[in-house]
């Protein structure tokens, strides 16, 4: 670690989903405007050693970064504020903690000293911290979880042990917490947030900045009372409001002087921060042009949390084409009952996610059929590729009864199969075919259009592919491959050349988009939705 790198703690309190990794990033993002090199960090509390065999319904989706890490939604976030790509070493869990601890009392790294929580799982808690700071004036560290929740524990006395090892100069605590508003009362309510920082004074954390979560601005009263009572200098007393967009909360934040109060905590001196990228960003969403509807046709529709990156990339491209972007996320079994026409006749586009598991498959095929035959533009992602080259095989190459393997083991067309590398993988966690790959694109393609490249490199997360004993077969009814790997064995990339724009990648395109650099294929495809919303009816 280099000595000159400051560490601010990202703490939150009274409640979950309080927002404290958009605060974190946004944290990241106007320090990175005033010219510190800035990463992010998120430590969970949870056993698992990964999200990557948790359910999309309690963790949301899983966010991969380039060297195969399956890793918390919230690294998704952090890669959209700044600049700084992330790894496998910007997210760990109490999970992978405690199996490096026990590895090493196995191996006799301890010296048969008796193993604890303190000093050898804090100890390695802050090994951790500390590997990620290299190079780096600023590492933001996100807490997961809630103070007070036993499970956070060793991660809070950990960092409470940082600002001694390191000195008060160098570490800054961020509490996050509820000001809620109680209607019966007609008055805002600091009790949650003082019984918040009890807790973490309790375990030795001064918080040095309170933000404050509430639907309405604190007046100067309610900051008096909350810095009283807290400790804590009334400015330093942040007001965080409800937002409608995630990337105004920098501006919010920085209205609130927030950068201000961290570099005057860590010692920092800084030149003004240039917010006129972001401005600008909220100029476009503030006065579009227009608006677009794209049809989202997944399982997980219920809580999209599941698709976080896909809904951002989204929301990227649009703002490139000065739209805005409605999301209709559309149930995938309801289209294996109900007519397309009337569930999908009000889309512009339809975009069909990845995914694990049979239920609503037949639904995304139909979903995919409507889009070839009524010409809407269609987006394919992972299981979306893999489902359009089924849809193709049944309804245009006559191979009735195509399907993959990871949903009929039995089918006598296997179009998607098994990559060979995972027969026999019985293990589900970190198995599958993870993180970047290259991948060389076809001339005369909507894929180069975008790209403006023969060689690219995309994230992936799948075990099922491309059968390349149908290639041909596939090939000869209008399903053209204009993407695969460098050594031409694996498909990536298939596209219709009947179509305005029909594409289906098996990567992940959406975890590489910015709000300030949107993905090429989503940019397109976007944009042939717009296009599309402006033809007139065919009658």
Known sequence: MQNQSKFI???GGVVSSLGKGIAASSIGALLESRNLTVTIQKLDPYLNVDPGTMNPFQHGEVFVTDDGAETDLDLGHYERFVTCPLSRRNNYTSGQIYDDVLSRERRGDYLGNTVQVIPHVTDAIKERILGVADGFDIVVCEIGGTVGDIESQPFLEAIRQLRYDLGPENVCYVHVTLVPFIGAADELKTKPTQHSVRELRAIGIQPDVIVCRCDRELDADIKRKISLFCNVAVENVVTAMDADSIYRVPLLLADEGIDERVIKCLNIWTGAPKLDPWRDLMRRYDNPEGEVTIGVVGKYVDLTESYKSLHEALLHAGLHHSHRVSVE?????SLETGPAADILGNVDGILVPGGFGSRGVEGKIRAIQYAREHKVPFFGICLGMQTAVIESARNLAGLDDAHSTEFD????????????HQRGVESKGGTMRLGAYPCTVANASHAHDAYEAI????????????NNDYRDQLE????HITGTS????????????DHPWFLGCQFHPEFKSRPFDPHPLFRDFVGASITHAHQPALI
């Open 486 to 497: 460098p050594d031409n064995l694996l498909v990536e990339i298939v596209e219709r050349k």
């Open 9 to 11: 703690f990202v703490t």
């Open 455 to 466: 060689e690219i490199s995309e994230r992936h997360r799948h075990r099922f592919e491309f």
């Open 409 to 420: 083991q039995d089918s006598p067309h296997p179009v998607i199969d098994l990559m060979e």
């Open 476 to 479: 000869a009814i209008g399903l």
């Open 329 to 333: 996320y559309i149930d995938a079994e």
